[in-house]
């Protein structure tokens, strides 16, 4: 299977994932039976890396490579433009290997106008540039305001050929943020980020990190069902189902350690409320991936459905919290972090 049927394979499989019970709904937010607010008049606004935007969240890294993924992305990119909403691609290491854009390139940017857009690689991919100036056509093609590394060991280590040397990656790392002309965001893909490597991660000079903790789409999974030589490595397809750790883990625990690092979360967003129990944790932005991957599939106008709703359930958020604005979001507001089933 090459590169080009493994994406494809991965929007597919993707669909038909479906959610089970989401670490969120542990976390209990404080209500305000006089919130004193009122609701028209709540503040979502944000920026990102100095571009305005409507809300503190964006449409997250989803997919890259085939020429199935540039109608989801011009779906995802149209409907962002239009409410002004940020947005990071899937990846674009094909781009640079195989010469193959599919969709991430200029026609993306056009689509989403002025908005803040995010180039998107895999740190393991980068010992195999020829030099680290290489990132720089995944940057232009997209006139991208970030970059973002994403991190998927658990993913690679599942597929057929998949990249398991990560010997001396945070090395590569280190050089890419030397060199980046645009900030460098680092993002675990659905395991969630541990305080050691996000440790190294700062002091390597990546501007912001991404938990991106498990309970959203199951990139293990994906493999697994992918690979037709799976069982020669696994006993069971569900050894490693509870590996890693839930995006409130991650969060709490990264913040815990380095209170000044800017975090966002991903990984298992459903609805706004799960936006702003994230931002009560400590996230300065919120990604959504999985939810909208199907939305995007139909139509921009189905994108933009899903995403007012996400704006509208934010915004009932803060009212109910009695504040007045999302950036006035954090852990004061927690009731209580209930024990896991």
């Not at 709540?42 to 964006?58: N, Q, S």
């Not at 493999?223 to 030589?229: D, S, T, V, W």
């Not at 706004?272 to 199907?294: F, H, N, P």
């Not at 921009?300 to 509208?312: D, G, H, I, S, Y």
Request: net charge negative; hydrophobic share 40%.
């Amino acid at each position: 299977m090459n590169n080009l049927e493994r994406k494809r394979g991965h929007i597919e499989v993707a669909l038909e994932q479906h959610s089970v019970r989401s670490c969120f709904d542990r976390v209990r937010l404080k209500h305000r039976a006089l919130p004193n607010v009122s609701l028209n008049a709540i503040h979502l606004e944000t920026d990102f890396f100095g571009k305005p935007a409507v809300a503190p969240f964006f449409v997250s890294s989803m997919t890259g490579g085939p020429s199935e993924s540039e109608r989801i992305n011009r779906h995802l990119a149209e409907a962002c433009n239009e409410l002004g909403i940020a947005m990071g691609v899937g990846s674009q290491r094909i781009s640079i290997q195989e010469g193959n854009v599919s969709g991430l390139t200029w026609s993306v940017r056009n689509a989403i106008g002025e908005r803040p857009l995010f180039a998107n690689f895999g740190a393991v991919n980068l010992p195999q540039l020829d030099t680290i100036q290489d990132l720089g056509r995944i940057l232009d093609s997209i006139e991208a305001d970030a970059l973002i590394l994403h991190l998927n060991p658990m993913q690679e280590v599942f597929q057929s050929s998949g990249d398991t040397d990560w010997r001396n990656i945070i090395d590569d790392i280190a050089q890419v943020c030397a060199w980046s002309p645009v900030p460098v965001v680092v993002k675990e893909v659905g395991f969630g980020l541990d305080v050691r490597s996000a440790k190294a991660l700062v002091a390597s000079g990546v501007d912001v990190l991404d938990v991106a903790g498990m309970g959203g789409t199951r990139f293990a999974d994906i493999e697994i069902a992918l690979n037709p030589e799976i069982h020669e490595t696994l006993s069971s397809e569900s050894v490693f189902d509870g590996w890693g750790y839930t995006t409130i883990e991650s969060l709490s625990m990264i913040k815990g350690a380095l209170p000044q690092t800017t975090c966002w979360a991903s990984g298992g967003i459903r609805n706004g409320l799960d936006v702003a129990k994230s931002m009560c944790l400590g996230a300065s932005a919120v990604g959504i991936a999985g939810k909208l991957l199907r939305p995007a599939t139909e139509s921009t106008e189905a994108v933009l459905t899903t995403l007012r709703q996400f704006m509208n359930e934010l915004r009932i958020s803060c009212f109910g919290l009695g504040v007045e604005s999302s950036k006035d979001l954090n852990r004061s507001h927690i009731f209580e972090i209930t024990d896991t089933d």
